[in-house]
């Protein structure tokens, strides 16, 4: 059975962030409450848009949009390599906006919130196939194997699947 710690979640915050131990009634509650605490400091403060979506046309620009969630947005910034602040625009009183040409992120300076973080893919949209080839082997009078290639055309740097469609049609 656990029981509860003393005192309120920011004074065992307060305790924690100072190196303090946290006053409980049990031994068994001492992990289990750092463990509540570290995971109620990674709020997640903002939010991540782009103006492209997450797939993006290489070699375009496009612009990334931070919203503040739960602080203000003048705290927040966008960081690129090596932990290099970058120049921002205030878009209103919770959101800021980075024009993007490199690697970032975004970051609020609040102490207990994660850094936001959003994946994107630049590359370029595929190509028509070309050069479609199927063969039909025959393994009796009702089924068979069918073996098709095709060239994809250019890399697209991006994951994408391609989906054939056949149609087989009995002749009478």
């Given amino acids: ?8 979640v920011k004074d065992i915050k307060k305790a924690v962030n100072d190196g303090n131990t946290v006053p409980t ?5 001492t992990a289990v409450t750092v463990l509540t605490v570290q995971l109620c400091e990674g ?3 903002c939010n991540l848009k782009s103006s ?9 620009s496009f612009r990334i949009y931070c919203t503040s969630l739960t602080v203000d947005c003048r705290k927040n910034n ?33 102490s207990g919130c994660d ?3 959003q994946d994107f893919s630049t590359g370029y949209p595929p190509e028509r196939p070309k050069n479609i080839s ?5 393994k009796n009078s009702d089924s068979g194997d069918v073996f098709c290639s095709w060239d ?12 054939l469609k056949m149609r087989i049609i009995k002749q009478p």
């Fill in 25 to 29: 009634h049990g031994p068994s509650l």
């Fill in 52 to 60: 492209a979506g997450i797939d993006v046309l290489l070699g375009s």
């Fill in 115 to 117: 850094s936001c973080g």
């Fill in 43 to 45: 709020l997640k403060c």
């Fill in 78 to 110: 966008f960081y690129g390599q090596n932990n290099a602040q970058l120049p921002h625009k205030v878009l209103n009183s919770t959101t800021i906006y980075y024009d993007v040409k490199k690697t970032y992120s975004c970051k609020c300076l609040s």
């Fill in 1 to 8: 059975k656990l029981s509860s710690p003393r005192g309120n």
């Fill in 134 to 138: 199927c063969t039909y082997n025959v």
């Fill in 152 to 163: 994809r055309g250019r890399d697209t740097f991006l994951k994408n699947d391609l989906t």
